[in-house]
Nanobody, 126 residues
Framework: QVQLVESGGGLVQAGGSLRLSCAAS????????MAWFRQAPGKEREFVSV????????YYADSVKGRFTISRDNAKNTVYLQMNILKPEDTAVYYC???????????????????WGQGTQVTVSS
């Protein structure tokens, strides 16, 4: 079965950095698009970033563009999210997800993703 396991969350001061990792198993990792989403308390889940199967195509939410970088290592079945210049409003549980279906677009809707990790908490203090 498909499993996604996030790690790397924690408490950091505003302006700091964190790198999240998501290790995948139970699928041919290099074949699929991977994404990061986040959900803050009392808010809806929101798209953060998506990467294609090679790592050569990436998209970001406007709120994180220029600060976050998504990447992947297909040899390690892992996708990363490097988060720099963190802000208190980045505080959320961060989830990785996989889109197993071929599409002509890069979805920003969580409904289009088939498997999710358990999430990792990121807290940014002011």
């Amino acid at each position: 079965q498909v499993q996604l396991v996030e790690s790397g969350g924690g408490l950091v001061q505003a302006g700091g950095s964190l790198r999240l990792s998501c290790a995948a198993s139970g699928l041919t990792f290099s074949s699929y698009r991977m994404a990061w989403f986040r959900q803050a308390p009392g808010k809806e889940r929101e798209f953060v970033s998506v990467v294609n199967w090679t790592g050569g195509i990436t998209y970001y939410a406007d709120s994180v563009k220029g600060r976050f970088t998504i990447s992947r290592d297909n040899a390690k079945n892992t996708v990363y999210l490097q988060m720099n210049i963190l802000k208190p409003e980045d505080t959320a549980v961060y989830y990785c997800a996989v889109d197993l279906r071929p599409r002509g677009y890069y979805s920003r809707s969580g409904n289009d993703y088939d498997y999710w990790g358990q999430g990792t908490q990121v807290t940014v203090s002011s």
